[in-house]
């Protein structure tokens, strides 16, 4: 049973920093796409980045265009955690995250959420 749960969420002001962490269990994690996404209210839920390990400590991110150059995704596989690194907040970044992992195994595509966690950014 693949378990992901994620932390770091909490009230910022913008400009300010957060780094959101998603600590995975119950998988092989190094197979794993990792992402994040968010979803504010009224809004649908949106891909913000993601990560992939191609072998060894060669990792593939890709981010939204809104978040580029102020978010950074990383993971740790030795603990089986990816990252969020969140610089220079704005208040339209105010959302729910979601930690997302994705598979592909013998044709069948597994997908896992976390429950999310709440970053508001506001003065």
């Known amino acids: 049973q693949v378990q992901l749960v994620e932390s770091g969420g909490g009230l910022v002001q913008p400009g300010g920093s957060l780094r959101l962490s998603c600590a995975a269990s119950?998988?092989?994690?190094?197979?794993?796409?990792m992402s994040w996404y968010r979803q504010a209210p009224g809004k649908e839920r949106e891909l913000v980045a993601s990560?992939?390990?191609?072998?060894?400590?060669?990792?593939?991110?890709n981010y939204a265009g809104s978040v580029k150059g102020r978010f950074t995704i990383f993971r740790d596989n030795a603990e089986n955690i990816v990252y969020l690194q969140m610089n220079n907040l704005k208040p339209e970044d105010t959302a729910k995250y979601y930690c997302?992992?994705?598979?592909?195994?013998?044709?069948?595509?597994?997908?896992?959420w976390g429950r999310g966690t709440q970053v508001p950014v506001s003065s």
């Open positions: 990560i992939t390990n191609v072998g060894g400590s060669t990792n593939y991110a």
């Open positions: 119950g998988c092989t994690f190094t197979t794993y796409v």
């Open positions: 997302h992992a994705q598979n592909t195994y013998l044709n069948h595509e597994y997908n896992h």
